[in-house]
T-cell receptor, first 116, second 109 residues
Framework: EAEVAQSPRYKITEKSQAVAFWCDPISGHATLYWYRQILGQGPELLVQFQDESVVDDSQLPKDRFSAERLKGVDSTLKIQPAELGDSAMYLCASSLEWGGSTGELFFGEGSRLTVL | KQEVTQIPAALSVPEGENLVLNCSFT??????LQWFRQDPGKGLTSLLL?????REQTSGRLNASLDKSSGRSTLYIAASQPGDSATYLCAVGNNDMRFGAGTRLTVKP
């Protein structure tokens, strides 16, 4: 069964260091999302791609976060420098459809970040 | 801005009970509503997707309904089992999906 792949599953870093997360969506899924989930809360959208283009990054803290999806397939989310408040689960999701309807979202297992 | 609320925040039931989880949203102009399950420390698993032209979806012991006019959805779980213990999240939206905080369900043997 096709899955959304994410790595690393766990990352521990010290504040002010750089960290990067990788996501490979389900093959053929044009839309890719990065969400952040703080413990006990629902996921919050950070950035949304349609193919290689960013369609929504309004909630992405652009002073320290960046995201790219250069060839419209896999994606990287980077944080530099990491802060204590960035400790969270970073979830990647993909969907097949666009043009007015998200279609069903499929999530990866997530990357748990701990900033010390 | 879409606000999604899930009630109750936590629920504990004995095995075998039927139960209902609630999701409400403020903006009824949505295309999709999707219910997910999340086990501790894991990603989200899709349970049911209801598109705007639909009113309900069923999968096994799960049934989800959608009333856009009132901004509500319910997830009905029949004959609950300990393996159903997890956090259940609803998400609503159009091209972007907004999540509630979830309901943490515990089913006791």
């Amino acid at each position: 069964e096709a899955e959304v792949a994410q790595s690393p599953r766990y990352k521990i870093t010290e504040k002010s260091q750089a960290v990067a997360f990788w996501c490979d969506p389900i093959s053929g899924h044009a839309t890719l999302y990065w969400y952040r989930q703080i413990l006990g809360q629902g996921p919050e959208l950070l950035v949304q791609f349609q193919d290689e283009s960013v369609v929504d990054d309004s909630q992405l803290p652009k002073d320290r976060f960046s995201a790219e999806r250069l060839k419209g397939v896999d994606s990287t989310l980077k944080i530099q420098p990491a802060e204590l408040g960035d400790s969270a689960m970073y979830l990647c999701a993909s969907s097949l459809e666009w043009g007015g309807s998200t279609g069903e979202l499929f999530f990866g297992e997530g990357s748990r970040l701990t900033v010390l | 801005k879409q606000e999604v609320t899930q009630i109750p925040a936590a629920l504990s039931v004995p095995e075998g009970e039927n139960l209902v989880l609630n999701c409400s949203f403020t903006d009824s102009a949505i295309y999709n509503l999707q219910w997910f399950r999340q086990d501790p420390g894991k990603g989200l698993t899709s349970l049911l997707l209801i598109q705007s032209s639909q009113r309900e979806q069923t999968s096994g012991r799960l049934n989800a309904s959608l009333d856009k006019s009132s901004g509500r959805s319910t997830l009905y779980i029949a004959a609950s089992q300990p393996g159903d213990s997890a956090t259940y999240l609803c998400a609503v939206g159009n091209n972007d999906m907004r999540f509630g905080a979830g309901t943490r369900l515990t089913v006791k043997p």
